[in-house]
């Protein structure tokens, strides 16, 4: 059995897909509606542990996710990591407990639209 070693091609924010670089701008911007849009009907976000499963929830977390805090959000890198997978790394500064935290934003694509994005350290 032929083993290959997985590789992961950095990117720049030019470089990555129009579903990626549509949604966190309107993410960090809480425009819920134009962000739901970047998901495939049954898509799965994991943020802080939860999972959010189709529109409907993906759309609550969006509203109500963090939104008792204000931060920015700083592009740090990307890599492709596999077909249709996507890591992008993003600084996160605000009054949160902690003021600063570095998040990977692990993206899967399903055609143009994202299938499954999960969120952590």
Same mark, same amino acid.
């Given at each position: 059995?032929?083993?290959?070693?997985?590789?992961?091609?950095? *990117?720049?924010?030019?470089?990555?897909?129009?579903?990626?670089?549509?949604? *966190?701008?309107?993410?960090?911007?809480?425009?819920?509606?134009?962000?739901?849009?970047?998901?495939?009907?049954?898509?799965?976000?994991?943020?802080?542990?939860?999972?959010?499963?189709?529109?409907?929830?993906?759309?609550?977390? *969006?509203?109500?996710?963090?939104?008792?805090?204000?931060?920015?959000?700083?592009?740090?890198?990307?890599?492709?990591?596999?077909?249709?997978?996507? @890591?992008?790394?993003?600084?996160?500064?605000? @009054?949160?407990?902690?003021?600063?935290?570095?998040?990977?934003?692990?993206?899967? *694509?399903?055609? @143009?639209?994202?299938?499954?994005?999960?969120?952590?350290?």
């Amino acid at each position: 059995m032929e083993m290959r070693s997985k590789r992961a091609t950095a *990117l720049n924010w030019d470089d990555l897909p129009a579903a990626i670089t549509g949604f *966190l701008p309107t993410h960090e911007a809480r425009e819920a509606d134009a962000a739901v849009g970047a998901f495939a009907a049954d898509a799965v976000v994991t943020d802080e542990g939860r999972s959010h499963r189709g529109a409907a929830e993906i759309r609550n977390w *969006l509203v109500n996710g963090g939104s008792e805090y204000t931060y920015t959000t700083e592009f740090v890198g990307a890599h492709q990591v596999g077909e249709g997978r996507f @890591d992008v790394a993003q600084h996160l500064e605000g @009054d949160f407990p902690g003021g600063s935290a570095d998040l990977h934003y692990r993206f899967v *694509l399903a055609g @143009d639209l994202i299938a499954r994005l999960t969120i952590e350290p």
